[in-house]
């Protein structure tokens, strides 16, 4: 099945930079879209960025446009959120998620979309 294991997270002054990896196993990926999650306390879980494995095509939340990168590795079956000028909002744990879209034309960004998670990695950013 799926696996989904995500790393790299920590503690950042604000102004600085992390990346989160997200290692995945199970499947060939090919077909399938990635995404990150965040969720900090007492909020809801939302979409902070996407990928289309097979096309290397991304989508962002509008508050990290700009700031934040994800990529994929083919070889090493890993995905990547590059975290630049990090902000005390950015303060979440982060989620590395998988949905097959073979079909879809574009890449997913509601939770529900989603059906395979991480456990999540903690990002927090002092002032």
């Known amino acids: 099945q799926v696996q989904l294991v995500e790393s790299g997270g920590g503690l950042v002054q604000a102004g600085g930079s992390l990346r989160v990896s997200c290692a995945a196993s199970g499947r060939t990926f090919s077909s399938y879209s990635m995404g990150w999650f965040r969720q900090a306390p007492g909020n809801e879980r939302e979409f902070v960025a996407g990928?289309?494995?097979?096309?290397?095509?991304?989508v962002y939340a509008n508050s990290v446009k700009g700031r934040f990168t994800i990529s994929r590795d083919n070889v090493k079956n890993m995905v990547y959120l590059q975290m630049n000028s990090l902000k005390p909002e950015d303060t979440a744990v982060y989620y590395c998620?998988?949905?097959?879209?073979?079909?879809?034309?574009?890449?997913?960004?509601?939770?529900?979309?989603?059906?395979?998670w991480g456990q999540g990695t903690q990002v927090t950013v002092s002032s």
């Open positions: 998620a998988a949905v097959f879209s073979l079909l879809l034309s574009t890449i997913p960004t509601t939770r529900a979309s989603y059906n395979h």
């Open positions: 990928i289309k494995w097979s096309s290397g095509s991304t």
